[in-house]
């Protein structure tokens, strides 16, 4: 590794085979330890957990269509909006991009082979799928209903299928915890000859911000829950006030982790975005710099800020002011992320494919959602807002105008490249629609509801919520609506899709430098990096071109001009 | 009480009915504006940017500079916008936390999934029904019995958690008595309100301010809970709702004077007592005591209880007559009967009005 | 897939040289050990919260405990920390081929390795009996967390007996109320549920450690360390030095701050 070798688009495995296909059996899958297949596994886990917790999403709506009890008793709708957040949280957006999309594409876009640990990032899968079980025979054999944040002592004293609930949760956290430690591990370790700091794709400048909170709060959800357990089991009297503990006390633990978790949540989402707005203006993002950094200090601000998920809950006064000024810090570095993108797009050359819709849906609704955060940082505002449905549409206006549109932004990006095929370009532009105006509709008449006072985990409502509420789910089917047709598209891939190009977006990326199917090894040759991931100026024609290398002959065209 | 000169709400909050709503409001609006002014205006650059450097033949990106003064300029501009709100926020907050030094003061109990108020002097009102004068401070000193719950009353916009194993307070200062209209359906009621809790008697409803229960704390498990409960005792987290009732000075003055007044069903009735006492059985007492004689509770029976000869554990006894049926409310552990030593009754401070009625609905049960 | 020209034999395929391969598995075992720390954070919190709120029942609590085993066992972890210590020492020097046993490293090599480590092993081992022995009395006499406590062997049926309230007397726990009742500090459960949760999580460390340790062993003996590789000696030894550096910290805020 002497020489400075330019990175060699498009060159061919020596066998031709792709990691797809160069083994084969359900062995070579169950025993794998190659990252990209790993990857694979984690995203068709996290994409039967979003249809899970999606089915449960419409049936919260459906009953709420109309006030009294209309389609489940009030018992049975606590439990559905209970799984509903468990799932979606645990199961889904915490290791959707991740344990999914990173898993894949990290170790790819630093030029190595695999991951740090292969062996443990199995571990990890097999982790998160045991603690899936888990949660899910809790969900089968018993009873929970505590809501997905398991405040005591409602919890404490709820049934004990609670639980396994939680062991579900704990089990899930190391599993993330461990692909924590994986990436910072890999991301300092194992970068390619000549991919310093300072070019260093920003979806791994994300993963790496995200990391580093996944390994530094999930240990405190982990012996949180544990507490929980030992409080249904041993009654130790930590939490439980009948037995002296602090209910409050909890609340301190759980947003100690939940916080941070808000940006494992959200920071892999902008980490797409980046690379997504990169690739489709061909620049680079301006001020690569303070982006990489809003990131790492969103991470860090993310574990002062847990307070403020308490304000009405009696916390001292002191504290609460001290929350509240530090809240309002995180809008610094989000308002950064959200100047640079539009200062990206200034002097580009913008194609509107639909993996840039979604990530320009993403800046508008993060827009939306992160303004309407202002509102529950100003505390006297807050205590009529907190617990109401203006902070449901709030945190779903981050986490899935956010998180999923990342997610589904960076699967429309990285499909070809994952698969081989390409999709259905007009679908995807359909399915967008209906998911862009489908959420809109949904939550954004929850945040009138919220300010008129509708209050959270209400199965029942007073009758002059009734229009609002009905928009709202109405909006919700067009949403489920929308996931279906993308859905079909991509099974339609799948099936019947044509062959994907090396570099079908002509992107600069690093992970468009191989081939496609992708080598087992990710490169056949360990790459060199000599430019930045976004230096379209310094990319050759061949480099950025988006058809198949047979179809190019750069020297025949130079003739034929 | 002019009801054509009620507050009114806007698109986006509810009427104000409280001194802290107004300011509250104001920094809603403020926020929502600059939230406006910052949409509209990177929705507008995007936009324009998107429209004029789409990609076509013959754009080709410049590549990317860089200023050092711009990402300065926006990383620390919204800072003194932030400090702005902050301070504000923080103000509104600090007058809404502390109370005005000649605030009356009302306990609040919650419990799954009731609100119990009690007043000065011991007197404890109709079960989720809250009185309060206009334009007097109120103090509300809240616990719970079991889960979390949270006191909600979006017209006032104050809010806290009631946390059991710890008292949390709240005050609001009511501008505006409430409308004395009844009512079947929320569309009855003028915007703000809604047609409240089904008294224990069935009689009609009436237009209240709503107090929402803003903490989730559950539902009974396999029980059909039917929105409002007849009974008048709510049966889940979404309709722990009470009534919240404005009313003049000289009201709430007679009310603390005498307790809570006959509910009106029973009012013009020759069982006035009898009746009202069955109601104060059904929100208080039934979930201990049942009244048939047969049924299995946890604490005596009142059929055939009045009257009666009863043994206690300390090996005395006595007559249950209205001295000691009286006494077993206010002070319920100074005489445990035999085979109830297990059962801890709470002390109940119902007023002397709403103890006769007790003692006349006892005594009628002997008939 | 065969690496023939890759390099050693322990190198896996994805890392360029040992150096790289080391250092990675050390910077994971350090993040390891970051989470460990605020894994136990939680419990260090409660514990502070609780002492700051019932300090009487914690002092009480403190003179419950038995402060001897308490130091046995810290003078165990101790010795099994540099024990552990001299396990990864003598897998670094390993064997020194062509040099005759008298003149090798004293206490260097692939014996003396395992020597060291069964040596930790047993410290593990006896720290777990004392432990034992502590908890066993404990459920015996009913010292126990939350709703169990005063019921030995965590039967609710069953009621504190007079050795239950000898310790109480010896610790001053007992207050006498008028009537000749008499009664203990009511955070005293809360206290007993701390240490429980506390020395139960640590214990359950102390035991992966010794699944651990025989998994290393098995790996010395079968000849897969040298002076070039040796990373799972080394790593297993920072897991040891933190368990041990929790310890250090539970023994005198459990057992002995009044």
Redesign the interface.
């Known amino acids: 590794m002497t020489a400075e070798v330019a990175p060699q688009p498009h060159a061919h495995a020596p066998t031709g085979e792709g990691y797809l296909t160069h083994e084969r059996g359900l062995k070579s899958w169950l025993f794998t330890l190659d990252h990209k297949r790993i990857g694979l596994m984690y995203l068709g886990s996290v994409l039967l957990a979003f249809l899970l917790g999606g089915i449960m999403a419409l049936l919260v709506r459906a009953e709420l269509l109309f006030p009294g009890e209309t389609l489940m008793e009030a018992d049975t709708y606590n439990q559905v909006f209970t799984l509903h957040g468990a799932i979606m949280v645990f199961l889904f957006i915490i290791p959707s991009i991740p344990a999914a999309l990173g898993n894949f594409f990290l170790p790819i876009m630093l030029g190595t082979k695999d991951v740090a640990f292969p062996r443990l990032n199995l571990g990890s899968f097999y982790i998160y799928c045991l603690g899936a079980i888990v949660a899910i025979v809790a969900i089968v054999i018993g009873h929970v209903d505590t809501g997905w944040t398991f405040y005591t002592p409602y919890s404490a004293r709820a049934d004990s299928s609670v639980i396994w609930m939680t062991s579900g949760a704990f089990i899930l956290g190391f599993s993330s915890i461990l692909t924590g430690v994986n990436f910072i591990a890999t991301v300092h370790k194992m970068r390619a000859p000549g991919l310093h700091w300072k070019r260093l794709p920003l979806f791994i400048w994300g993963m790496y911000a995200t990391s580093v909170i996944q390994v530094l709060a999930t240990p405190v959800l982990a012996i949180t829950l544990f507490l929980l357990m030992m409080e249904k089991t041993l009654t130790v009297g930590i939490f439980d006030p009948a037995l002296g503990g602090d209910p409050v006390l909890f609340q301190h633990f759980f947003w100690f982790y939940s916080h941070p978790a808000v940006y494992i949540m959200i920071l892999p989402g902008m980490a797409i975005v980046n690379e997504v707005i990169a690739t489709f203006s061909h620049r680079k993002i301006f001020g690569y710099m303070f982006v990489a950094m809003s990131s790492i200090s969103l991470a860090l601000v993310g574990f002062l800020v847990w307070g403020h998920h308490m304000f009405t809950a009696g916390m001292s006064e002191y504290a609460t002011m001290v929350f509240s000024a530090l809240t309002f810090l995180v809008a610094i570095p989000s308002g950064v992320k959200v100047f640079n993108w539009v200062a990206t797009l200034y002097q580009g050359s913008i194609s509107f494919k639909s993996p840039m819709l979604y990530s320009l849906g993403f800046i508008a609704l993060f827009t939306i959602g992160g303004l309407t955060g202002l509102f529950l940082g100003i505390l006297s505002v807050d205590i009529h807002l907190h617990d109401t449905y203006f902070v449901v549409a709030h945190f779903h206006y981050v986490m899935v105008g956010g998180t999923v549109f990342g997610f589904v932004s960076g699967l429309h990006y990285w499909w070809p490249k994952m698969t081989g095929k390409m999709y259905s370009e007009k679908l995807a532009r359909v399915a967008f629609v209906f998911v862009f105006v489908g959420f809109n509709v949904t939550f954004f008449s929850q945040f009138v509801l919220g300010s008129q006072g509708m209050p959270r985990r209400y199965y029942d409502y007073l009758d002059q919520f009734q229009p609002l509420h009905m928009t709202s789910s109405g909006g919700a089917f067009i949403l489920g609506f929308g996931f279906l047709i993308m859905l079909f598209m991509f099974v339609k891939s799948l099936v019947s899709g044509e062959k994907a190009p090396p570099n079908p977006w002509s992107s600069a990326g690093y992970e468009w430098m191989t081939t496609t199917p992708i080598h087992p090894h990710n490169f056949a040759e360990p790459p060199v990096m000599t430019r930045g991931p976004y230096d379209y100026h310094l990319c050759t024609e061949e480099e950025l071109f988006p058809g198949f290398p047979e179809d190019f002959k750069p020297s025949e065209k130079a003739a034929k001009a | 009480m002019d009801e054509n000169n009620l507050p009114e709400g806007t698109l986006q909050l509810p009427p104000q009915w409280s001194t802290l709503a107004p300011e509250v409001d104001e920094m809603y609006y403020f926020i929502y504006w600059v939230s406006v002014a910052f949409t509209v205006v990177i929705f507008a650059a995007m936009i324009y940017f998107m429209w004029k450097y789409r990609r076509r033949p013959g754009l080709k990106a410049k590549p990317t500079g860089h200023s050092t003064a711009l990402e300065i300029g926006w990383t620390f501009a919204p800072l003194i916008l932030l400090v702005v709100l902050f301070h504000q926020g923080f103000t509104g907050y600090v007058r809404g936390a502390v109370a005005p030094e000649d605030s009356i003061e009302v306990r609040v109990r919650g419990m799954q999934w009731n609100w119990e108020f009690e007043h000065r002097g011991g007197v404890i009102d109709d079960l989720n029904y809250l009185r309060v004068p206009v334009n007097t401070p109120v103090r509300l000193i809240m616990s719970s019995s079991d889960v979390l719950h949270s006191f909600f009353v979006p017209a006032f916009r104050v809010k806290r958690d009631v946390v059991p194993g710890m008292y949390s307070t709240l005050w609001f200062e009511a501008t505006q008595e409430t409308p004395d209209i009844q009512c079947e359906s929320d569309a009855d009621c003028p915007e703000g309100l809604w047609c409240g809790n089904t008294p224990p008697g069935g009689e009609a409803r009436e237009c209240v301010l709503p107090i929402f229960c803003a903490e989730y704390c559950g539902a009974p498990r396999g029980i059909t809970a039917s929105a409002f409960d007849e009974g008048g005792r709510n049966t889940n987290h979404s309709t722990m709702m009470g009534d919240l009732k404005v009313i003049t000075q000289a009201e709430y003055d007679e009310f603390i004077e005498l307790g809570p007044p006959p509910p009106a069903s029973c009012q013009g009735r020759d069982d006035i007592n009898e009746c009202w006492g069955e109601q104060i059985h059904q929100s208080y007492c039934v979930a201990c005591h049942s009244v048939d004689g047969a049924t299995q509770a946890p604490a005596p029976n009142w059929k055939g209880l009045f009257g009666n000869q009863r043994q206690f554990v300390d090996g005395s006894s006595a007559t249950a007559d209205e001295n000691y049926i009286r006494q077993s409310i206010l002070q319920p552990q100074s005489q445990i009967v035999q085979g109830y030593n297990n059962v801890n009754m709470p002390p109940f401070r119902f007023s002397d009005r709403q103890l006769d009625a007790i003692i006349a609905y006892m005594r009628s049960l002997n008939e | 897939m065969a690496h023939a020209d890759h390099g050693p034999k322990y190198l ?5 040289t040992p150096k ?1 391969q080391f ?3 050390k ?2 075992m350090w ?2 050990l ?3 720390i ?6 260090f ?2 514990y502070g ?2 002492r700051t709120w ?1 300090p009487e029942s914690f002092s009480v609590g403190s003179h419950l405990l038995d402060w001897k085993m308490g130091a046995l066992n810290t003078v165990v972890l101790l010795f099994s920390s540099f024990t552990a210590a001299m396990a990864v020492r003598a897998a670094q020097i390993g064997e020194q081929t062509g040099v005759p046993e008298k003149d090798q490293h004293k206490l260097g090599g692939r014996k003396w390795t395992s020597i060291f480590l069964i040596i930790t092993f047993f410290c593990a081992a006896g720290f777990m009996v004392v432990k034992y022995l502590e908890y066993s009395h404990k459920i015996h006499v009913g010292t126990l ?4 406590f005063g019921h030995p062997g965590f039967d609710m049926a069953s009621v504190a007996g007079a050795e239950f309230y000898e310790e109480m007397e010896k610790a001053g726990a007992l207050a006498y109320e008028s009537g000749g009742h008499a009664t203990v500090p ?2 005293l ?2 206290f007993f ?2 240490y ?2 506390m020395t139960g ?1 640590h214990g359950i460390h102390v035991l992966i450690g010794m699944g651990l340790l025989l998994w290393i062993l098995k790996r010395n003996a079968s000849g897969e360390f040298s002076a070039e590789y040796n990373t799972p000696v080394d790593i297993f030894a920072l897991y040891w030095h933190l368990v041990d550096l929790i310890w250090i910290f539970l023994f005198p805020l459990l057992y002995l701050i009044d």
Do not use: C, K
Not at chain 3, 12 to 16: I, P
């Open positions: 896996a395929h994805h890392f360029d790289q250092e990675s598995a910077l994971g993040l390891f970051a989470q460990e605020l894994f136990f954070s939680g419990l919190v409660a919260v609780f019932y967390p939350g709703q169990f009511f955070h459960r809360t549920g701390i429980f949760v999580l």
